[in-house]
């Protein structure tokens, strides 16, 4: 429901490797991050929505829920487009589906993020740059 044109993206898990790439200073690009194989996703989806699950059923922080499992998201990057707004839908999700935000309400997420895009990237960079080294 939140990307479901197919005219514009590929619907579906990605069939493919994923990856972000980022040129610094010169024209060839380097891998900012790797995104997990193609191959692994549906166990790695699995896992992830048996998270939001018991996370919800087990009374764990809403908004610690709500991150861990959109930073989740984001690590496995599942989709070859739309990841970022499915990342950001599904925060608002976790939140709502624990009775954390009174119903009608939507954070303003992206404004969120945008606000301080630099610490945001700086995060998924550390996290991400930790593993680079053991991918080929």
Known sequence: MVIEDARFVRLGLRDEGGFIVQARGTNMPTSQYISARHEDLCGLMDGLVAFADRSTRGGMNPVVAAACGAFGFV????????????????????????AYSPPGLVFPVSAAILRDIGSYRTVLEFCSSSLLPFIE
Not at 75 to 98: S, T
């Open 75 to 98: 690590y496995i990057h599942p989709y070859v487009d739309g990841n970022g707004r499915l990342h950001r839908w599904q925060i608002r999700h976790a939140l709502a589906a624990a």
